[in-house]
């Protein structure tokens, strides 16, 4: 059974410096790995999405990488923002699956310091 | 505008009582998702429809029921047999269900009274 794991649970830094969230993964056999932001109380918001042959994707300041045999993924926030401040969750569908079934993590919770 | 909505924001269940969750999409996907979010927790799977008059269970369907009578719409009936209903009730949807992106609604936080 494919286990998500995003540690660490919380995260708090100044503003302007940079995030780096981690996820891990048990099962190296996916198919993609998705990063979601979330603010209190409200849905979830698609950031990046890398396909299992991809290293990487990026989009303005966000950028993560995927390293499937290692079972790792990264997002980098470049110069954070007091804006960014939100749950982060990462989530994977599996190669075998049917449909788009993701096994997420339990999320980082990130405080941006103005 | 495109996109999910859920209704209500809000929920309160009575011991016993049956409430449905509405969760309609104007975006033409044909998969639709329902998701439950524990506090500090990431969210579990109950059932998911990839096409009209079809579904399957997710990984705790127990005490839930769903419909898919039409494309948009994918309403959730939390039943008096889910012993633990107090949570936070996500939708989603995608274009086909063949791992692309998911869209979610902006949620239902159901409570019991």
């Known amino acids: 059974k494919q286990e998500v794991t995003q540690i660490p649970a919380a995260l708090s830094v100044p503003e302007g410096e940079n995030l780096v969230l981690n996820c891990s993964f048990t099962?190296?056999?996916?198919?993609?790995l998705q990063w979601f932001r979330q603010d209190p109380g409200k849905g979830l918001t698609s950031l990046l999405l890398?396909?299992?042959?991809?290293r990487e994707q990026t989009s303005g300041r966000l950028n993560a990488s995927l390293d499937k045999s290692s079972g790792r993924s990264t997002l980098y926030i470049a110069a954070s923002q007091p804006g960014d401040s939100a749950t982060y969750l990462c989530?994977?569908?599996?190669?075998?699956?049917?449909?788009?079934?993701?096994?997420f993590g339990g999320g980082t919770r990130v405080l941006v310091k103005p | 505008d495109g996109g999910i909505t859920q209704s209500p924001k809000y929920l309160f269940r009575k011991e016993g009582q049956n409430v449905t969750l509405s969760c309609e999409q104007n975006?033409?996907?044909?998969?639709m998702y329902w998701y439950r979010q524990d506090p500090g927790q990431g969210l579990r799977l109950i059932y998911y429809?990839?096409?009209?008059?079809?579904?399957q269970k997710g990984d705790i369907a127990e005490g839930y029921s769903v419909s898919r009578e039409k494309k948009e719409s994918f309403p959730l009936t939390v039943t008096s047999a889910q012993k633990n209903p107090t949570a936070f009730y996500l939708c989603?949807?995608?274009?086909?269900?063949?791992?692309?992106?998911?869209?979610f609604g902006s949620g239902t936080q159901l409570s019991v009274l």
């Open positions: 989603a949807s995608s274009p086909q269900g063949g791992n692309e992106k998911l869209f």
């Open positions: 099962d190296s056999a996916i198919y993609n």
């Open positions: 890398i396909q299992s042959s991809q």
């Open positions: 989530a994977v569908v599996l190669i075998k699956a049917a449909g788009n079934k993701l096994t």
């Open positions: 975006l033409n996907h044909d998969a």
């Open positions: 429809s990839q096409i009209v008059n079809d579904f």
